[in-house]
């Protein structure tokens, strides 16, 4: 379980599911709303599978590594 790092555009955080982890990106999907995803342009390039650092902290604080730590004391 390795927590990815943000990039940090403008002053502000963010991360790319394309860029987790297999595993981190299937889960965190399906856990967001639609409405959680921004659009960010750098360049010539439009990322639109974008969402706040602290998004994803949260999701990977409280419900990733619980889900994990759930999973290993199961019978």
Same mark, same amino acid.
């Given at each position: 379980m390795i927590k990815a790092y943000p990039h940090i555009d403008q002053g502000s955080g963010y991360v790319q599911i394309s860029r987790l982890p297999l595993d981190q990106a299937l889960r965190l999907k399906d856990?967001?709303? =639609? &409405? %959680?995803?921004i659009k960010l342009k750098s360049d010539d390039l439009v990322m @639109?599978?974008?969402? =706040?650092? %602290?998004e994803y902290e949260y999701w990977f604080d409280f419900l990733? &590594? @619980?889900q994990d730590k759930e999973a290993e004391f199961e019978i």
């Open positions: 856990w967001l709303p =639609q &409405t %959680s995803f @639109e599978d974008c969402i =706040q650092y %602290s990733y &590594t @619980e």
